[in-house]
């Protein structure tokens, strides 16, 4: 009965890899997201999809590309990792009747 | 620019004693205001919100006021317990819904 779900909950690599992180969700919600939260909790949003389309991207560098292929999913591919990149990702999507954001459980990503 | 300000923690408060967290915004037009709640190893959950100026919103015990005047949403609780022990996110909801701004979240510790 998980909401959001992502994949995979822990994430350890090099640098200068390449990876990808999935997002799903079973709400029928027609928006998501994905934020980064750093070290100290921190929240920024990264990017907002509504309908499988790109609204939002916070000037986050061209090495992260979400893609959408539905309006379940929204995948997160980082190309050339750096240490920096090290943070724990959220998904969330939005909807139904309170118009309400629903996080995922999150993905930490360590970039050794 | 569009932001939230939030009181740094941690706050650490004994089991019955009552709660405020600081919260206030910066925003242009008219901005929904949350508070989201962080438990361990968890994503982010909605605990209340509020759509406009005078709003109260309300839940487990927590309520937050939307005040336009001081551009303030303080989250309040009158009697803590261990269990509400979690980091608490201000945050407030622009551009049609589709960018949340978050606060730098405040930890909160409950002692038995």
């Known amino acids: 009965d998980t909401a959001v779900s992502q994949t995979p909950k822990y994430l350890v690599t090099q640098m200068g890899n390449d990876k990808s992180i999935k997002c799903e969700q079973n709400l029928g919600h027609d928006t998501m997201y994905w934020y980064k939260q750093d070290s100290k909790k921190f929240l920024k949003i990264m990017f907002s999809?509504?309908?499988?389309?790109?609204?939002i991207n916070e000037t986050v560098p061209n090495r992260f590309s979400p893609k959408s292929p539905d309006k379940a999913h929204l995948n997160l591919h980082i190309n050339s990792l750096e240490l920096g990149d090290s943070a724990v990702y959220f998904c969330a999507s939005k909807g139904g009747p309170y118009n309400e954001q629903f996080f995922g459980p999150g993905t930490r990503l360590t970039v050794l | 620019g569009d932001s939230v300000t939030q009181m740094e923690g941690p706050v650490t408060l004994s089991e019955e004693a009552f709660l405020t967290i600081n919260c206030t915004y910066t925003a242009t037009g008219y901005p929904s205001l949350f508070w989201y709640v962080q438990y361990p190893g968890e994503g982010l959950q909605l605990l209340l919100k509020a759509t406009k100026a005078d709003d109260k919103g309300s839940n487990k015990g927590f309520e937050a006021t939307y005040r336009k005047e001081t551009t303030s949403f303080h989250l309040e609780k009158g009697s803590v317990q261990v269990s509400d022990s979690a980091v608490y996110f201000c945050?407030?909801?622009?551009?049609?819904?589709?960018?949340?701004?978050f606060g730098a979240g405040t930890r909160l510790f409950v002692k038995a």
């Open positions: 945050a407030l909801e622009l551009g049609g819904g589709f960018k949340t701004i």
């Open positions: 999809y509504n309908n499988k389309e790109l609204i």
